[in-house]
Protein backbone atom coordinates (compact mmCIF):
# COMPACT_ATOMS: atom_id res chain seq x y z
CA UNK A 1 0.00 0.00 0.00
CA UNK A 2 1.51 3.67 -0.93
CA UNK A 3 -0.63 5.57 0.51
CA UNK A 4 1.32 5.97 3.82
CA UNK A 5 0.15 5.73 7.25
CA UNK A 6 0.91 7.55 10.19
CA UNK A 7 3.37 4.91 11.87
CA UNK A 8 4.76 4.34 7.99
CA UNK A 9 5.93 8.54 8.47
CA UNK A 10 7.78 7.51 11.81
CA UNK A 11 9.75 4.59 9.71
CA UNK A 12 10.58 6.83 6.61
CA UNK A 13 14.35 8.20 7.68
CA UNK A 14 14.87 4.17 8.64
CA UNK A 15 13.85 3.41 5.06
CA UNK A 16 17.02 5.72 3.92
CA UNK A 17 15.32 9.16 3.71
CA UNK A 18 17.51 10.51 6.31
CA UNK A 19 20.56 10.04 3.68
CA UNK A 20 19.42 11.45 0.37
CA UNK A 21 21.23 14.73 0.19
CA UNK A 22 17.97 16.62 -1.50
CA UNK A 23 15.61 15.99 0.95
CA UNK A 24 12.76 18.13 -0.95
CA UNK A 25 12.66 15.59 -3.88
CA UNK A 26 13.05 12.80 -0.92
CA UNK A 27 10.12 13.78 0.02
CA UNK A 28 8.06 14.28 -3.50
CA UNK A 29 4.77 12.34 -3.77
CA UNK A 30 4.74 11.09 0.19
CA UNK A 31 1.47 10.99 0.47
CA UNK A 32 0.41 10.17 -3.33
CA UNK A 33 -2.72 7.99 -3.92
CA UNK A 34 -1.58 5.42 -5.92
CA UNK A 35 -4.11 4.78 -8.81
CA UNK A 36 -4.61 0.85 -8.19
CA UNK A 37 -6.18 1.73 -4.44
CA UNK A 38 -8.78 3.50 -6.28
CA UNK A 39 -9.70 1.41 -8.80
CA UNK A 40 -9.79 -1.80 -6.64
CA UNK A 41 -12.84 0.28 -4.65
CA UNK A 42 -14.41 0.72 -7.77
CA UNK A 43 -13.87 -2.55 -9.31
CA UNK A 44 -18.00 -3.34 -9.33
CA UNK A 45 -18.52 -0.04 -11.37
CA UNK A 46 -18.21 0.92 -14.28
CA UNK A 47 -15.89 4.09 -14.64
CA UNK A 48 -14.00 5.79 -17.00
CA UNK A 49 -10.47 5.02 -16.21
CA UNK A 50 -8.92 7.90 -17.96
CA UNK A 51 -11.25 10.14 -15.72
CA UNK A 52 -10.36 8.65 -12.35
CA UNK A 53 -6.51 8.62 -13.10
CA UNK A 54 -7.26 12.98 -13.80
CA UNK A 55 -8.61 13.34 -10.82
CA UNK A 56 -6.17 11.54 -8.74
CA UNK A 57 -2.89 13.17 -10.19
CA UNK A 58 -5.39 16.43 -9.44
CA UNK A 59 -5.44 15.05 -5.51
CA UNK A 60 -1.74 14.12 -5.97
CA UNK A 61 -0.64 17.40 -7.17
CA UNK A 62 -2.41 19.25 -3.84
CA UNK A 63 -0.75 16.45 -1.74
CA UNK A 64 2.76 17.20 -2.82
CA UNK A 65 2.86 20.85 -1.88
CA UNK A 66 5.53 20.58 0.97
CA UNK A 67 4.21 22.14 3.70
CA UNK A 68 7.14 21.35 6.12
CA UNK A 69 7.96 17.52 4.77
CA UNK A 70 11.53 18.68 3.81
CA UNK A 71 12.16 20.53 7.33
CA UNK A 72 11.02 17.27 9.15
CA UNK A 73 12.89 15.29 7.36
CA UNK A 74 16.21 17.62 8.09
CA UNK A 75 15.63 18.01 11.65
CA UNK A 76 15.09 14.66 12.32
CA UNK A 77 18.34 13.93 10.34
CA UNK A 78 20.45 15.68 13.57
CA UNK A 79 18.82 14.20 16.42
CA UNK A 80 21.06 10.69 17.27
CA UNK A 81 18.27 8.33 18.27
CA UNK A 82 20.74 5.93 20.31
CA UNK A 83 22.41 9.12 22.33
CA UNK A 84 19.55 11.57 22.34
CA UNK A 85 16.12 8.98 22.43
CA UNK A 86 13.95 11.25 24.79
CA UNK A 87 14.53 14.50 21.74
CA UNK A 88 13.75 11.69 18.91
CA UNK A 89 10.73 10.52 20.93
CA UNK A 90 9.44 14.04 21.32
CA UNK A 91 9.82 14.44 17.66
CA UNK A 92 8.10 11.63 16.24
CA UNK A 93 5.13 11.75 18.45
CA UNK A 94 4.55 15.70 17.37
CA UNK A 95 6.02 16.60 14.24
CA UNK A 96 4.71 13.48 11.68
CA UNK A 97 1.65 13.71 13.39
CA UNK A 98 1.01 17.17 12.72
CA UNK A 99 1.64 17.21 9.56
CA UNK A 100 -0.21 14.22 8.59
CA UNK A 101 -3.56 16.02 9.91
CA UNK A 102 -2.66 18.86 7.61
CA UNK A 103 -2.29 16.18 4.61
CA UNK A 104 -5.40 14.41 5.60
CA UNK A 105 -7.76 18.28 6.06
CA UNK A 106 -5.97 18.69 2.68
CA UNK A 107 -7.88 15.15 1.30
CA UNK A 108 -11.17 16.69 3.32
CA UNK A 109 -11.25 19.58 1.50
CA UNK A 110 -10.94 17.67 -1.80
CA UNK A 111 -13.90 15.87 -1.33
CA UNK A 112 -16.16 19.19 -0.70
CA UNK A 113 -14.13 20.74 -3.52
CA UNK A 114 -15.50 17.73 -6.41
CA UNK A 115 -18.51 16.54 -4.93
CA UNK A 116 -18.95 14.89 -8.78
CA UNK A 117 -15.37 13.11 -8.56
CA UNK A 118 -14.92 9.11 -7.92
CA UNK A 119 -11.66 9.86 -6.20
CA UNK A 120 -14.23 12.08 -3.61
CA UNK A 121 -15.92 8.96 -3.24
CA UNK A 122 -12.60 7.29 -2.35
CA UNK A 123 -11.50 9.82 -0.10
CA UNK A 124 -14.58 9.79 1.84
CA UNK A 125 -13.98 6.17 2.37
CA UNK A 126 -10.49 5.82 3.38
CA UNK A 127 -10.29 9.58 5.33
CA UNK A 128 -13.43 8.78 7.27
CA UNK A 129 -12.26 8.69 10.53
CA UNK A 130 -11.51 12.90 10.23
CA UNK A 131 -15.33 13.14 10.37
CA UNK A 132 -17.58 12.77 13.00
CA UNK A 133 -21.00 10.76 12.35
CA UNK A 134 -23.28 13.48 11.80
CA UNK A 135 -20.31 15.31 9.34
CA UNK A 136 -19.44 12.21 7.86
CA UNK A 137 -23.25 12.07 7.01
CA UNK A 138 -23.57 15.92 5.47
CA UNK A 139 -20.51 15.25 3.52
CA UNK A 140 -21.94 11.75 1.80
CA UNK A 141 -25.08 14.30 1.08
CA UNK A 142 -23.20 16.61 -0.38
CA UNK A 143 -22.60 14.18 -3.17
CA UNK A 144 -23.47 13.93 -6.76
CA UNK A 145 -25.81 11.27 -7.31
CA UNK A 146 -23.51 9.65 -9.72
CA UNK A 147 -21.39 8.89 -7.37
CA UNK A 148 -24.03 7.96 -4.67
CA UNK A 149 -25.77 5.43 -7.33
CA UNK A 150 -22.61 3.18 -7.63
CA UNK A 151 -22.04 0.30 -5.82
CA UNK A 152 -19.24 1.61 -3.87
CA UNK A 153 -21.07 4.43 -2.10
CA UNK A 154 -23.30 1.61 -0.39
CA UNK A 155 -20.50 1.03 1.90
CA UNK A 156 -19.89 4.32 2.73
CA UNK A 157 -24.17 4.35 3.45
CA UNK A 158 -23.30 1.59 5.67
CA UNK A 159 -20.74 3.34 8.03
CA UNK A 160 -23.00 6.44 8.19
CA UNK A 161 -25.88 3.85 9.60
CA UNK A 162 -23.56 2.33 11.62
CA UNK A 163 -21.97 5.23 12.91
CA UNK A 164 -25.61 6.39 14.40
CA UNK A 165 -26.20 3.55 15.93
CA UNK A 166 -22.78 4.28 17.95
CA UNK A 167 -22.60 8.06 18.07
CA UNK A 168 -24.76 8.79 21.39
CA UNK A 169 -24.97 12.19 20.14
CA UNK A 170 -27.99 14.49 22.20
CA UNK A 171 -27.44 11.67 25.03
CA UNK A 172 -27.14 11.63 28.34
CA UNK A 173 -23.28 9.79 28.92
CA UNK A 174 -23.54 7.25 31.29
CA UNK A 175 -22.17 8.14 34.28
CA UNK A 176 -19.21 6.19 35.99
CA UNK A 177 -17.22 5.93 39.29
CA UNK A 178 -13.42 4.67 39.05
CA UNK A 179 -9.77 5.49 41.15
CA UNK A 180 -8.20 7.90 39.37
CA UNK A 181 -4.43 7.90 38.55
CA UNK A 182 -3.94 9.23 42.38
CA UNK A 183 -6.21 6.79 44.12
CA UNK A 184 -8.45 9.30 44.40
CA UNK A 185 -12.41 8.61 43.42
CA UNK A 186 -13.76 10.34 40.44
CA UNK A 187 -16.80 10.46 38.68
CA UNK A 188 -17.46 11.72 35.34
CA UNK A 189 -20.53 13.35 36.42
CA UNK A 190 -17.96 15.22 39.16
CA UNK A 191 -17.25 17.50 36.21
CA UNK A 192 -20.61 19.10 34.89
CA UNK A 193 -20.34 22.34 34.25
CA UNK A 194 -17.39 21.90 32.15
CA UNK A 195 -16.60 20.68 28.83
CA UNK A 196 -15.27 17.40 28.85
CA UNK A 197 -13.30 15.33 26.65
CA UNK A 198 -13.34 11.46 26.89
CA UNK A 199 -11.09 9.99 25.68
CA UNK A 200 -10.34 6.55 25.36
CA UNK A 201 -6.92 4.80 24.95
CA UNK A 202 -4.49 2.36 25.60
CA UNK A 203 -1.07 2.09 26.25
CA UNK A 204 -0.59 -0.26 23.78
CA UNK A 205 -2.34 2.31 21.38
CA UNK A 206 0.38 3.92 19.02
CA UNK A 207 -2.18 6.41 17.41
CA UNK A 208 -4.00 7.39 20.97
CA UNK A 209 -0.29 8.19 22.18
CA UNK A 210 0.56 10.03 18.84
CA UNK A 211 -2.60 12.21 19.61
CA UNK A 212 -1.27 13.18 23.10
CA UNK A 213 1.01 15.97 22.48
CA UNK A 214 -2.31 18.01 20.83
CA UNK A 215 -4.28 16.91 23.15
CA UNK A 216 -1.78 18.53 25.68
CA UNK A 217 -1.65 22.00 23.33
CA UNK A 218 -5.63 22.05 23.56
CA UNK A 219 -5.93 21.65 27.22
CA UNK A 220 -2.73 24.38 28.25
CA UNK A 221 -4.97 26.68 26.13
CA UNK A 222 -8.71 25.93 27.79
CA UNK A 223 -8.53 23.94 30.71
CA UNK A 224 -8.62 27.57 32.78
CA UNK A 225 -12.00 28.66 30.19
CA UNK A 226 -13.57 25.20 31.53
CA UNK A 227 -12.22 22.41 29.26
CA UNK A 228 -11.65 19.46 31.31
CA UNK A 229 -10.16 15.81 29.51
CA UNK A 230 -10.91 12.83 31.08
CA UNK A 231 -8.68 9.76 29.98
CA UNK A 232 -10.48 5.82 29.81
CA UNK A 233 -7.43 3.53 29.61
CA UNK A 234 -8.39 -0.40 28.23
CA UNK A 235 -4.91 -2.06 28.74
CA UNK A 236 -6.78 -5.21 27.88
CA UNK A 237 -5.05 -5.72 24.15
CA UNK A 238 -7.45 -7.87 21.56
CA UNK A 239 -10.16 -8.97 24.46
CA UNK A 240 -7.32 -10.79 26.04
CA UNK A 241 -7.48 -10.31 29.57
CA UNK A 242 -4.22 -8.31 31.13
CA UNK A 243 -3.88 -8.83 34.58
CA UNK A 244 -4.68 -5.82 36.61
CA UNK A 245 -1.15 -5.27 38.36
CA UNK A 246 0.28 -5.50 34.65
CA UNK A 247 -2.16 -3.21 33.54
CA UNK A 248 -2.02 -0.84 35.80
CA UNK A 249 1.68 -0.78 35.40
CA UNK A 250 1.72 -0.01 31.89
CA UNK A 251 -0.98 2.23 32.28
CA UNK A 252 0.76 4.12 34.70
CA UNK A 253 3.72 3.94 32.76
CA UNK A 254 2.21 5.55 29.84
CA UNK A 255 0.86 8.40 31.62
CA UNK A 256 3.87 9.13 33.45
CA UNK A 257 6.18 9.24 29.68
CA UNK A 258 3.86 10.85 27.95
CA UNK A 259 2.88 13.91 30.33
CA UNK A 260 -0.76 13.82 30.03
CA UNK A 261 -1.68 15.37 33.33
CA UNK A 262 -5.34 15.45 33.35
CA UNK A 263 -7.92 12.97 34.90
CA UNK A 264 -6.98 9.48 33.99
CA UNK A 265 -8.84 6.20 35.07
CA UNK A 266 -8.52 2.24 34.03
CA UNK A 267 -11.62 1.27 32.70
CA UNK A 268 -11.04 -2.94 34.05
CA UNK A 269 -9.57 -1.92 37.41
CA UNK A 270 -11.54 -4.60 39.52
CA UNK A 271 -13.98 -2.55 41.29
CA UNK A 272 -17.02 -4.24 39.46
CA UNK A 273 -18.44 -0.76 38.60
CA UNK A 274 -19.73 -0.46 34.98
CA UNK A 275 -18.11 -1.30 32.20
CA UNK A 276 -17.11 1.96 30.01
CA UNK A 277 -15.61 1.11 27.04
CA UNK A 278 -19.09 -1.13 26.70
CA UNK A 279 -21.51 1.97 27.94
CA UNK A 280 -20.05 4.29 25.43
CA UNK A 281 -19.77 1.46 22.78
CA UNK A 282 -16.17 2.01 21.98
CA UNK A 283 -14.65 -0.80 19.23
CA UNK A 284 -11.83 1.50 17.77
CA UNK A 285 -8.70 2.99 19.87
CA UNK A 286 -8.11 6.38 19.89
CA UNK A 287 -12.44 7.05 20.24
CA UNK A 288 -13.07 10.44 22.08
CA UNK A 289 -16.33 11.84 22.98
CA UNK A 290 -16.83 15.82 23.41
CA UNK A 291 -19.56 16.19 26.39
CA UNK A 292 -21.07 19.40 26.92
CA UNK A 293 -21.56 21.38 30.28
CA UNK A 294 -24.41 19.15 31.15
CA UNK A 295 -22.92 16.15 30.54
CA UNK A 296 -24.82 15.13 26.72
CA UNK A 297 -22.71 14.09 23.94
CA UNK A 298 -22.33 16.54 21.58
CA UNK A 299 -19.90 14.93 19.07
CA UNK A 300 -17.91 11.50 18.87
CA UNK A 301 -14.41 10.75 16.62
CA UNK A 302 -12.69 7.58 15.99
CA UNK A 303 -9.53 9.09 14.85
CA UNK A 304 -6.38 11.21 16.80
CA UNK A 305 -6.38 13.82 14.07
CA UNK A 306 -9.53 14.89 13.76
CA UNK A 307 -10.43 18.28 14.49
CA UNK A 308 -13.39 18.58 15.00
CA UNK A 309 -13.42 18.29 18.70
CA UNK A 310 -10.93 21.29 18.57
CA UNK A 311 -13.30 23.42 16.56
CA UNK A 312 -16.08 22.75 18.79
CA UNK A 313 -13.98 23.82 22.04
CA UNK A 314 -12.79 26.83 20.40
CA UNK A 315 -15.98 27.79 19.58
CA UNK A 316 -17.89 27.48 22.51
CA UNK A 317 -14.94 28.56 24.85
CA UNK A 318 -14.10 31.69 23.11
CA UNK A 319 -17.33 32.98 22.86
Same mark, same amino acid.
Given at each position: ?44 ? @? ?37 ? @? ?33 ? @? ?81 ? @? ?116
Amino acid at each position: MKRIALWGMLLLPLAGICRQQDTKDSTAGMFDLEPGLVMTFLSKD @SVDKKEVLRDIEVLNILLRKDIGEAEMIRQLQVIDRVKD @SVAFYNFVTTKPAALYREKRIMMQQFVEAHPDSYV @SLYELDYNHGMYSADSYAVAYGKLSNRLKNTQAAKKIRDRIAYLKQIALTGMQAPDFTRKNQYRKTVRLSDYKGKLVILDFWG @SWCGACRQSHPHLKELYAAYKDKGLEIVAVANENVHGDKTPLDKATSNWLGAIKKDGVDWVHVLNDEGSGGIDIVKAFRVTSYPTKFLLDKDGKVLLRIEDGLNVEIDQLVKSMLEK
